[in-house]
């Protein structure tokens, strides 16, 4: 299983950026994948995810109602729409999946795989 993140970059505070994440090796309709991001010098913390089969979303208080979490199960890729950042979004951001439940949909520990992660810094 392999996870390809992309679409990291430097925006002005307000903008938006599409952050995206094409996954081989696992249908992501089967899994639950996530978005967690880990700014420097702090604990990687969960952003967005996508619960396996019902396609439930749930958001971090932080970023709802500005990040918006999608898949496309024909191209087995997921995404992360960010609209009106802030600098305290700056992070690296990273995909996942795995078998988390909804207890433990925000615990990193929940996922199996992870792709690389992509960077976002967002001035002011």
């Known amino acids: 299983v392999q996870l390809q993140a992309s679409g990291g970059g430097l925006v002005q505070a307000g903008g938006s950026l599409r952050l995206s994440c094409a996954v081989s090796?696992?249908?992501?309709?089967?899994?639950?994948t996530a978005w967690f991001r880990q700014a420097s010098g702090k604990e990687r913390e969960f952003v967005a995810a996508?619960?396996?089969?019902?396609?439930?979303?749930y958001y971090a208080d932080s970023v709802k109602g500005r990040f918006t979490i999608s898949r496309d199960g024909a191209k087995n890729t997921m995404y992360l729409q960010m609209n009106n950042l802030k600098p305290e979004d700056t992070a690296v951001y990273y995909c996942?999946?795995?078998?988390?439940?909804?207890?433990?949909?925000?615990?990193?520990?929940?996922?199996?795989?992870w792709g690389q992660g992509t960077q976002v810094t967002v001035s002011s």
């Open positions: 090796g696992r249908s992501l309709t089967g899994y639950t």
């Open positions: 996508i619960f396996r089969h019902a396609g439930s979303l």
């Open positions: 996942a999946t795995g078998r988390a439940i909804l207890s433990t949909i925000g615990n990193g520990q929940a996922y199996d795989y």
